[in-house]
């Protein structure tokens, strides 16, 4: 994820030095959006990666039976989490993010 923020810092310096105004502003928003998005993904990749539930995506389905799997839609990506309902604590057994249909974090207990 570094490698990617550099690389989009470094598209931004050459941006504003060699374009014009209305493509220098056009380029800059999109440059900015993109480092948006990269930022909100590692947060929840991290997220994922320690045990914890997503920040920045919406619960969509949740099934109730002895393990309870939530189902969170970020942008772009998908997380799972099962929990195990009979303990007090409901205590995160597995959570996996998918893009693109590919696991690309997970953590289980």
Known sequence: MIGIFIILLLAMLLVIKFCKKTLKIVLSIVIV???????????????????????FAVKVNET????KTIVYQGLGYKV??????????????????????????????
Do not use: H, W
């Open 64 to 67: 109730d039976f002895t393990y």
């Open 33 to 55: 959006i993109v480092t948006l998005y990269c930022v909100i993904l590692s947060i929840d990749m991290n997220r994922v990666n320690s045990f914890r539930e997503p920040v």
């Open 80 to 109: 799972n989490v099962e929990k195990n309902v009979t303990q007090e604590n409901n205590q995160i057994i597995k959570i996996e993010m998918y893009m693109f249909n590919k696991c690309i974090a997970g953590a289980v207990e």
